[in-house]
T-cell receptor, first 112, second 114 residues
Framework: AQRVTQPEKLLSVFKGAPVELKCNYSYSGSPELFWYVQYSRQRLQLLLRHISRESIKGFTADLNKGETSFHLKKPFAQEEDSAMYYCALSGRRTGGGNKLTFGTGTQLKVEL | ETGVTQSPTHLIKTRGQQVTLRCSSQSGHNTVSWYQQALGQGPQFIFQYYREEENGRGNFPPRFSGLQFPNYSSELNVNALELDDSALYLC?????????????FGPGTRLTVL
């Protein structure tokens, strides 16, 4: 069974402070991991995926298979980073479907 | 390029009624997935359609059913509505079935069951 755990419902940091949003997963095969973000009054959108190995809006996430984690990090939080962040997992099999299993989300609040 | 659209935006129904929600996928996308998002929870996978065929289903009862049309738009039907069906229903489209494919989400339909 697929499972994604985000232990924090709310994370509050000051502007300029480092951010780490935690995500742990459970999956028997090779997973594809994603971070989706939802800004206020906007739709859910992809922030980054582990396969791309890129930094988006200053955020990075490294897949740690040993710890089954995919934590999202940013060295210096900005006010515009305030949003709801969801970690999500999909199987890697092509043609097997790409259903996403989401965590419960972490609300990031960046305070001035 | 047109994004994913959903209708209606909001809907209020009473217990036992039936509801149909609609989704137009993004241009060029042949795969549509539906998710239910209860308050305070992450989206939960209902089912997925690929080229008009169901391709995977989550842990939802048969009273949740769907369709995908030749233009790849989709419908979600829920029969015998229950109070717990109150949620935000999200539609997402993608270019295929690969696990790495990005899913593009619509704004959602907020269903309230009284």
């Amino acid at each position: 069974a697929q499972r994604v755990t985000q232990p924090e419902k709310l994370l509050s940091v000051f502007k300029g402070a480092p951010v780490e949003l935690k995500c742990n997963y459970s999956y028997s095969g090779s997973p594809e991991l994603f971070w989706y973000v939802q800004y206020s009054r906007q739709r859910l959108q992809l922030l980054l995926r582990h396969i791309s190995r890129e930094s988006i809006k200053g955020f990075t996430a490294d897949l740690n298979k040993g710890e089954t984690s995919f934590h999202l990090k940013k060295p210096f939080a900005q006010e515009e980073d305030s949003a709801m962040y969801y970690c999500a997992l999909s199987g890697r099999r092509t043609g097997g479907g790409n259903k996403l299993t989401f965590g419960t989300g972490t609300q990031l609040k960046v305070e001035l | 390029e047109t994004g994913v659209t959903q209708s209606p935006t909001h809907l209020i129904k009473t217990r036992g009624q039936q509801v149909t929600l609609r989704c137009s996928s993004q241009s060029g996308h042949n795969t549509v997935s539906w998710y239910q998002q209860a308050l305070g929870q992450g989206p939960q996978f209902i089912f997925q359609y690929y080229r008009e065929e169901e391709n995977g289903r989550g842990n939802f009862p048969p009273r949740f059913s769907g369709l995908q049309f030749p233009n790849y738009s989709s419908e979600l039907n829920v029969n015998a509505l229950e109070l717990d069906d109150s949620a935000l229903y999200l539609c997402a489209s993608s270019t295929g079935l690969a696990g790495r494919d990005e899913q593009f989400f619509g704004p959602g339909t907020r269903l309230t069951v009284l």
